[in-house]
């Protein structure tokens, strides 16, 4: 399978950092992409956030799988030298700074496109090219809240809140990863490369496409899509019940001993239902603190409504349907130990370390990326030198 992967043999130049932009290489690297992760002499930002694992943290390590990293100062002109050559030769040039900055390099598309007519070239940026904001610095929560994201998940105040994670970042890198994949079939097909725009705030727009429009449509009073669903506090936690349909409403209303309501005209339509959502859960909700999570689990399901206790991630990895079908691979990663993978949908299964699990350490391949453009041992030494490049220390890993 390893030497049937769609995109072995494409030479892919990678200079993004964070979470978006590795996240679209990762992808291209884990379909058989050489990808070569031009890395900062301190790291990539992306291998800080977090808990530290020497020179990686959990999100880098997720999100830099099957590449290679050289660590160049890019603030040198051999390193300009070499970026520009690889860039001459790569399928692929991703980039992650704000506008203009690779122009400061001689890097920009229309330097690239000048000596590699036919390169794809994809830029990762908060708010665009272009527009006033397009200079702006931005992090996943701040496009979570200027994009409406923030308020579709309120607490019980209706305060609007972060989901606590990066989901407008690893959609972005998803985005990412389609619009390489389809400029590659158009190469393939056609000979021509292209320039693609990729924001974070044009990211999080697609990835809520359904909701903006039922807020346009609906005049920003936008209506549950079904009731009664939701989180319901138990005895003992929490969990998410979903009565999509009449029959799952009607088995709801028995398993909670509240048969009245099947047939109470606040309550008997689904329509009626959503309008008087508020009511009907302040009911619901009454009954649910009066047994655990357990109980009510198995009678739903013995009923066929859909519900699930809310787990935390420790309980997913834990889960019996989750080992049933080996969701999630546990991988020897040095510096880290063993680390979880789930597997990505479309890969082969993980089946051990190997190169698609590993995320290099900075500058691990600085010397063998050299030697492939043609650089001798002297001039590599010179570089080491000079601080154009480094190697990752051993002596210090090993202390770690």
Known sequence: MDE???FSGIKVLDFT???????STMLLAQHGADVIKID??????GRSMGALYGDHCAHSIAFNRGKRSIALDMKQPEALEITRKMAAECDVLVEAFRPGVMAKFGLSYADVKKVN???IYLSVTGFGQEGPNNGLPVTDAIIQAYSGFMTINRDSQ???????MIPIDVATGLYAFQGLSTALMRKFRYGTGCYIDNSLMQSAAAFQAAKIAEYYLEDGEVAPLYAPV??????????NVTAMRDHHYEALCDILGLPELKTDPRFNSREIRIKNEKELMALIRAEF???PSEHWAKLLTDAGVMNSIVQ??????????????EAVAYVEHDGAGIVPMPHIPGLPRIEGPSPMTHAPHVGEHSVEILKEWGYGDDAIADMLAKKVTLVPNPSAEAAE
């Open 4 to 6: 049937q992967r769609a």
């Open 158 to 164: 209706g305060i609007p809140n972060r989901v606590n």
């Open 289 to 291: 603190v009066k047994q």
């Open 40 to 45: 900062p002499l301190g790291g990539d930002w």
């Open 230 to 239: 939701g989180t319901m506090k138990t005895a003992n936690g929490y969990m």
């Open 312 to 325: 935390d991630h420790g309980d997913f990895m834990n889960h019996e349907h989750t080992k049933a079908v």
């Open 17 to 23: 950092q964070g979470i978006a932009g590795p996240h």
């Open 117 to 119: 007519p036919n390169v």
